[in-house]
């Protein structure tokens, strides 16, 4: 199937923790994004990669680190997680950087206790 | 103020009635808008799209898009049930070139 896969779905750590999400379209998509959705479902970018260039970086603490080993790929590190830091996290997709509306993932429910 | 506007809802029509959904935005120089569904515990997914003003029309959706007063809105006629959900405006270009940026979301509930 066509689309953009995230692992794992539910995360559950301590604080203090390391941990990381794995991100993969077959879309054909050049550009891929990471969203954080908070408890009010609002959502808010992360970063946006380009054909494993970083485009986009909205101000993320730097214990957020996005890598891209292909335009393909996106993964999401985060050190030393918060409580703050739950929230669901979302993978995306689009053709170009241009006007185009992106395909999601499925998501990423992180809980930080 | 927020660079994209909602009435967070939640909004309940009847079924088979007309929902009608808005959205502002602050940034003149945006192109592109967008509308997405978000059911609860799911992701997000688009629904419309919309780049020129006046209406666009898809099934029983209609986007409707205002340049000038920096408005863009969803109309979905025939409401049903299943179309209970979380409606995502969202928009790009102009200074927030590359990016989505959205809304907060308006909550849909259509009853029986």
């Known amino acids: 199937d066509t689309a953009v896969s995230q692992t794992p779905k539910y995360l559950v750590t301590q604080m203090g923790n390391d941990k990381s999400i794995k991100c993969e379209q077959n879309?054909?998509?050049?550009?891929m994004y990471w969203y954080k959705q908070d408890s009010k479902k609002f959502l808010k970018i992360m970063f946006s990669?380009?054909?494993?260039?970083?485009?986009i970086n909205e101000t993320v603490p730097n214990r957020f680190s996005p890598k891209s080993p292909d335009k393909a790929h996106l993964n999401l590190h985060i050190n030393s997680l918060e409580l703050g830091d739950s929230a669901v996290y979302f993978c995306?997709?689009?053709?170009?950087?241009?006007?185009?509306?992106?395909?999601f993932g499925s998501g990423t429910r992180l809980t930080v206790v | 103020q927020k660079e994209v506007e909602q009435n967070s809802g939640p909004l309940s029509v009847p079924e088979g009635a007309i929902a009608s959904l808005n959205c502002t935005y602050s940034d003149r120089g945006s192109q592109s808008f967008f509308w997405y569904r978000q059911y609860s515990g799911k992701s997000p997914e688009l629904i419309m799209s919309i780049y020129s003003n006046g209406d666009k029309e898809d099934g029983r959706f209609t986007a409707q898009l205002n340049k000038a007063s920096q408005y863009v809105s969803l109309l979905i006629r025939d409401s049903q049930p299943s179309d209970s959900a979380t409606y995502l405006c969202?928009?790009?270009?102009?200074?927030?070139?590359?990016?989505?940026?959205f809304g907060q979301g308006t909550i849909l509930t259509v009853h029986p």
């Open positions: 969202a928009v790009a270009g102009g200074t927030s070139y590359g990016k989505l940026t």
């Open positions: 995306a997709s689009s053709q170009t950087t241009g006007p185009y509306g992106y395909t």
């Open positions: 990669y380009n054909n494993k260039e970083l485009i």
């Open positions: 879309l054909g998509h050049d550009t």
